[in-house]
Structure formats: structure tokens, C-alpha cells
């Protein structure tokens, strides 16, 4: 499996991005796909992600009512909608593809098998 980000840029406070992520190859029927992020200095964080099984959608706290997951299964491309952004939103952004991972796992980066690139999301003052 393949997964290559894009989206991402500078952008000033208040403002948007949309991040995409194209998935290629062969997963299980029981897929998730996640965003996290990781600013300079800092661990890496989950920001959202999607489950196949259930179709179920889950943020972090800092991403609910700002930030919007989706996915267009006929593409295999996650997005990631990016509104009222502020600096500390800064960082790499990653997608990760994990097959069969139990609900409890998937805000967990050391449970994804599969990573994206990353790509840059920079918020100005």
C-alpha cells in the first residue's frame, strides 16, 4: 500500500486548507485511515481518522468543529477539511492506513502500517 499526502501550504490565521491523501494497493475490508500531525519538538498527535468497519468517524478535541474527515471510496483518497485554522496547528501533516485495527487502536500512530509523506501546514499570526 501506498499513500501519498498533498494539501498542504501556508496559510494565515482563520484561514483553510484541504488536505488529501491517495491511497494504492490491496487492504482488508476493515481499513482506517488517519490524519495525525507533529509540530517541531513535539510527538507525533492523531487529528482524525475514518473506519471502514462501522463507517465511523472520530477527532481529537482540538479538531472537533474545525476540522472535517472525509473519504471518497471510489478514489481511495481521504481528505482532510481544515477550517479556522490557528498557529498552533502547525506541523507535518501524515496520513496512515491500518488494516484491522480494534476501534480502541486507531487514535494510536504505532498501530498504522502503512505511511504517507506528509505535508506541510504552516498558520501565520
Known amino acids: 500500500v501506498q499513500l501519498q499526502a498533498s494539501g498542504g501550504g501556508l496559510v494565515q490565521g482563520g484561514g483553510s486548507l484541504r488536505l488529501s491523501c491517495a491511497a494504492s494497493?490491496?487492504?482488508?475490508?476493515?481499513?482506517?485511515m488517519g490524519w495525525f500531525r507533529q509540530a517541531p519538538g513535539k510527538e507525533r498527535e492523531f487529528v482524525a481518522r475514518?473506519?471502514?468497519?462501522?463507517?465511523?468517524?472520530a477527532y481529537a478535541d482540538f479538531a472537533k468543529g474545525r476540522f472535517t474527515i472525509s473519504i471518497d471510496k471510489a478514489k481511495n483518497t481521504v481528505y482532510l477539511q481544515m477550517d479556522s485554522l490557528k498557529p498552533e496547528d502547525t506541523g507535518a501533516y501524515f496520513c496512515a492506513l491500518g488494516n484491522r485495527l480494534i476501534l480502541s487502536s486507531t487514535t494510536d500512530p504505532d498501530k498504522y502500517d502503512y505511511w504517507g509523506q506528509g505535508t506541510l501546514v504552516t498558520v501565520s499570526s
Open positions: 475514518y473506519r471502514r468497519n462501522g463507517d465511523s468517524i
Open positions: 494497493g490491496r487492504t482488508s475490508n476493515n481499513y482506517s
